[in-house]
């Protein structure tokens, strides 16, 4: 089955503890994208990677790092998390998001952190 | 002004009615315009895609696009409770053809 596959789904954490979520996909996809969902503000990119060790900001990468090392997986990593980045957290894979293909979303990550 | 803006709702139609949802977008050279749907506590799911002016039709959704306006529109005919959802208004901005920005969504409720 074609899937984005986000671990883990549920993370509760303590101030400045670093942590990763990790992403996959198997559909042979260039571009990866980590969004975040806060109620009231919609998506929020935060980074993307258009292919292996391509990667670029999005609207709000403070205090956010990824890694495309290969190609199925774009790990988001989170190195002090502080309680403003309590949120619910998607990871998407297209071919092309900018023409028609769009993003396919994973289940989400939601974090709070405390 | 946010690049993509949609009224939050909550829009509620009785079911069978015709549900309108709106998008309005700051970037002129917009290029790609993409409609989700969010059932709660889940994942956003593409709908709809639209690149020219007019209509597109999908089974009971039609998606509307009038650049020179700078909206884009859903129509879901036919409402039916399971149509219950958030839905997500998305543009590809010109400068970053490979980002998506999305709005912050309109949540529909269609009343049995």
């Known amino acids: 089955e074609a899937q984005v596959t986000q671990n883990p789904r549920y993370l509760i954490t303590v101030t400045g503890k670093k942590l990763t979520v990790t992403c996959s996909q198997n559909m042979n996809h260039e571009y990866m994208s980590w969004y975040r969902q806060d109620p009231g503000l919609g998506l929020r990119q935060i980074y993307y990677s258009m292919n292996v060790e391509v990667t670029d900001k999005g609207d709000v990468p403070e205090g956010y790092k990824v890694s495309r090392k290969e190609k199925r997986n774009f790990p988001l990593i989170l190195e002090s998390p502080s309680p403003n980045q309590t949120s619910l957290y998607f990871c998407?894979?297209?071919?092309?998001?900018?023409?028609?293909?769009?993003?396919?979303f994973g289940s989400g990550t939601r974090l709070t952190v405390v | 002004q946010k690049e993509v803006e949609q009224n939050s709702g909550p829009l509620s139609v009785p079911e069978g009615a015709i549900a309108s949802l709106n998008c309005t977008y700051s970037d002129r050279v917009s290029q790609s315009f993409f409609w989700y749907r969010q059932y709660s506590g889940k994942s956003p799911e593409l709908i709809m895609s639209i690149y020219s002016n007019g209509d597109k039709e999908d089974g009971r959704f039609t998606a509307q696009l009038n650049k020179a306006s700078q909206y884009v529109s859903l129509l879901i005919r036919d409402s039916q409770p399971s149509d219950s959802a958030t839905y997500l208004c998305a543009v590809s901005l010109s400068g970053s053809a490979r980002q998506l920005t999305f709005g912050s969504g309109t949540q529909l409720t269609v009343l049995p």
């Open positions: 998407a894979s297209s071919l092309d998001p900018g023409r028609l293909y769009g993003y396919t």
